[in-house]
């Protein structure tokens, strides 16, 4: 729906087993939903462009080098990665139930409405796989770098 204005999130450390990693994200561009029809059943692919500042570490041991920043970034992009895809996933599985509107951009793939509705969207939601792409940038926190 591209309404993220920003959120902060907690994601496990990356670099010490145990703690967390506090990160503020916003949107660097709208995401984008792709959707094709492969053997009848739909092949979401969604890519998202997000910007991260990291908050805080609960480890008070480690300074923010470019090496810890791009273990974060990857550590992320991966969490990110997977939360929206279960996301997807269980809304599709276990819910049956479009409740973000994937469909609007499923309907390219019909000619005509009367294609649409025979395709029973509603119905065939559940048959959706999905790809995922999540790319970030991470800047350190302006308290903890001054950048």
């Not at 503020?24 to 500042?53: A, E, H, Q």
């Not at 395709?119 to 940038?137: G, H, P, Q, R, S």
């Amino acid at each position: 729906m591209n309404d993220l204005e920003y959120c902060t999130i907690n994601i496990p450390s990356p670099i010490t087993l145990g703690e967390t990693v506090d990160l503020y994200i916003s949107n660097l561009k709208n995401s984008k939903i792709d959707v094709k029809i492969i053997n009848g059943s739909p092949f979401v692919t969604s890519t998202f462009d997000l910007s991260m500042k990291v908050l805080s570490l609960n480890d008070d041991t480690l300074s923010l080098t470019e090496d810890i920043l791009n273990k974060i970034e990857n550590s992320a992009t991966q969490y990110l990665t997977q939360q929206i895809y279960n996301y997807y996933d269980k809304t599709a599985k276990e819910f049956n139930s479009d409740i973000s509107g994937i469909g609007r951009f499923a309907s390219k793939n019909f000619k005509t409405i009367d294609e649409w509705e025979n395709y029973n969207w509603a119905e065939n939601y559940k048959n959706c796989t999905f790809k995922v792409d999540v790319k970030t940038d991470i800047k350190s926190g302006h308290l903890l770098t001054s950048e």
